[in-house]
């Protein structure tokens, strides 16, 4: 890919998202002395995430060969989940006893105790339930690199998903996410 002319696609309806993400990609890119420049930059009313006609598709093929074009990176935010959970919520108490005189005459023999009411079951443990929940979003990602000088069905040089739990909203995650690519790009 180093002497591909690559365009760097944020598929995101966010905006800001489009353009954090793009532009952390495309910096790590040049920086590895790629040609990469950001879609937001050469076609800023492209709306990459919407849904593509077959027309669109021949408009989109003809302005990567108009504009020289021959590599693309693409990255897609390919799900969202967001997952509750329970923190401290299952605490179980129950009365303690210890030998000595303490302890009722039944514990004192197997058979006695066996046989005891509140033996059959937890009928003597209360389960507490207060607790905190927690909500965690992920993120998952996807970024594949594609050689458009190859013919159709071996452009794919390569293809990377991560997922992000909890990503603050600064674009240090784009920059994050981006080292990740431009590191195992890198190594092939």
Known sequence: MNDKKILVVGRSADKDLRIAFENAITKKFVDAGLNAI??????????????????????IRSILEQ???????????KDYQERSREVGAE???TTVYYGGATYPDAYGGFYNY????????SDQ???KTE???ITSKLYILETVVYDLTQEEGKQLVAWTTA???NPD?????????ANAVAKGFKSK
């Open 38 to 59: 950001s879609s937001h930059t050469q076609f800023p009313d492209f709306k990459p995430a919407a849904k593509i006609t077959e027309q669109q598709k021949k408009q």
């Open 114 to 121: 066996f046989y005891l009411p509140g033996t059959y079951s």
């Open 163 to 165: 997922s992000i739990e």
């Open 91 to 93: 605490k179980y108490e």
């Open 131 to 133: 607790g905190t929940t």
């Open 67 to 77: 504009n020289s074009y021959n590599g693309v990176v693409l990255t897609v935010l």
């Open 169 to 177: 909203v600064s674009p240090s995650i784009a920059s994050s996410y």
């Open 125 to 127: 443990v209360s389960l």
